[in-house]
């Protein structure tokens, strides 16, 4: 989908560009101030990271997150009816717009001991990388421009959003881009996500994610032997979808990640269970995979003795949807992901193109500019309570965003 963004000689000559952007007065004291920030942004990290963000749980941060866009001055600041927090950078009107987004909910469960130390350069906490440290970027990003006096040719909205984790299953994207006001002007999104500057995403890994149950009528292991056993059938569904093959290119995994069922080893079980997680950059393939598990299932199912699958049924299966993330292959050649590259080549980062699942599925799925790039810094042990982020060279990360957000949305001189 072309920009509708004013910079197009930007975004055929990035590299003149961004060379000419960085040779401004107003963007070195940008990048100095980014510098000189780094105490404030590690209190900032350690604070967010103190406060319990569990999926369908980031009410707190929601809250502390306005009350910082509130402090730097950002407009129209507000929350939406999920939690995802907004402010803009200039007074908003309907012209397209750049967002920049980092998600606030963590993998962490409540009730999670969310200390943070600090070691030198190294700060420590459930979630101080994974997604404080992108959360940090953004503030860091809304603080420099707001103080700068760069003039900006389009508008930039800074978004914390919710529900990017796990069950959380892109709640919050899928939102904005569905039932908001936010799915016509949201026309670019880069997505940070956290820690590093080497990456930058491409290709949107989708995943397809079911719970299958089987149920019949249970009994005894010796005197009811011979009745339909959903173990086993459970068994028999999954080895027989698991001898299917996938495709190498476009990569295309499956995992049966949880099963259980049964009460005791002398009875029949009256229900088996099973959770399945596929995985594909190709809307296509992820079709095939999926439709090839209800077949698998179905046969499991038909192999049933007529007399308990017919009449009220009493051998039966059901196959929910848990988990649902657009896939979208290229988006390689966008002027977003030509500009990061541009950036890094000018700030002699060596950066490549990442094959993964984050917040910009949503928008990539729907063909708009989007892109994942980390926050800066370094980061480990994400989603363990052993995480660490090292803040050393984190403003390389700042100045790389700061950079790319100026040649996307351009500047008057
Ligand atoms: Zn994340």
Same mark, same amino acid.
């Given at each position: ?34 510098? &000189? ?46 939690? &995802? =927090? ?61 103080r700068s006096e760069l003039r900006l040719s389009s508008n930039v909205v800074f978004i914390g959003n919710v529900g990017e984790e796990g069950e959380g299953d892109l709640r919050g994207m899928r939102h904005l881009f569905s039932s908001s006001p936010w799915k016509e ?45 959903p173990i086993l059938l459970l068994s028999r569904a999954l080895a027989r979808f698991s001898e299917g093959e996938v495709p190498q290119s476009p990569r295309t995994t499956f995992n049966v990640g949880v099963i259980h069922g049964g009460t005791s080893v002398n009875s ?7 959770? =399945? ?19 698998? =299932? &179905? ?37 977003? =992901? ?22 910009? &599925? ?24 052993r995480e660490w982020f090292d803040c050393t060279n984190r403003d390389l990360g700042l100045k790389r965003i700061l950079l790319t957000v100026l040649t996307l949305t351009g500047v008057n001189e």
């Amino acid at each position: 989908m072309p920009s509708r963004f004013s910079a197009e000689t930007a975004a055929s000559l990035p590299q003149k560009e961004i060379a000419r952007l960085a040779e401004m007065r107003a963007v070195h004291s940008a990048f100095l101030y980014l510098h &000189n920030q780094e105490m404030e942004f590690r209190r900032w990290q350690r604070e967010l990271t103190e406060i319990p963000a569990p999926p369908f749980g980031e009410a707190a941060r929601s809250h502390w997150l306005r009350e910082r866009f509130t402090a730097l001055g950002l407009e129209q600041v507000h929350q939406d009816e999920l939690g &995802n =927090v907004f402010g803009y950078l200039q007074p908003p009107s309907s012209a397209p717009l750049l967002g920049m987004s980092a998600h606030l909910d963590t993998v962490f469960p409540l009730g999670t001991r969310l200390e943070t130390r600090e070691e030198g350069n190294r700060l420590f906490g459930p979630g101080i990388s994974d997604n404080a440290a992108g959360i940090v970027a953004i503030l860091a990003l809304a603080s420099a421009l707001k103080r700068s006096e760069l003039r900006l040719s389009s508008n930039v909205v800074f978004i914390g959003n919710v529900g990017e984790e796990g069950e959380g299953d892109l709640r919050g994207m899928r939102h904005l881009f569905s039932s908001s006001p936010w799915k016509e002007t949201l026309q670019s999104l880069l997505v940070i996500d956290g820690a590093g500057t080497d990456t930058y995403v491409t290709q949107a890994l989708g995943s397809r994610r079911f719970e299958i149950t089987f149920r019949g009528p249970g009994g005894h292991s010796w005197s009811d032997f011979g009745i339909p056993n959903p173990i086993l059938l459970l068994s028999r569904a999954l080895a027989r979808f698991s001898e299917g093959e996938v495709p190498q290119s476009p990569r295309t995994t499956f995992n049966v990640g949880v099963i259980h069922g049964g009460t005791s080893v002398n009875s029949i079980p009256e229900s088996a269970t099973a959770r =399945v997680d596929l995985r594909s950059a190709s809307r296509e393939e992820l079709q095939r995979l999926e439709a090839r598990l209800h077949e698998c =299932v &179905n046969e499991a199912w038909s192999e049933v003795a007529l007399p308990y699958r017919a009449g009220d049924a009493k051998v039966r299966f059901a196959i929910e949807t848990i988990g649902d993330r657009p896939a979208a292959e290229s988006a390689g050649d966008s002027r977003m =992901v030509k500009v990061i590259r541009a950036v890094d080549a000018h700030l002699g980062i060596k950066s490549i193109p990442r094959l993964a699942s984050t917040d910009a &599925n949503v928008p990539l799925a729907l063909g708009r500019e989007a892109t994942t790039i980390g926050s800066g810094g370094d980061g480990g042990g994400a989603h363990t309570l052993r995480e660490w982020f090292d803040c050393t060279n984190r403003d390389l990360g700042l100045k790389r965003i700061l950079l790319t957000v100026l040649t996307l949305t351009g500047v008057n001189e």
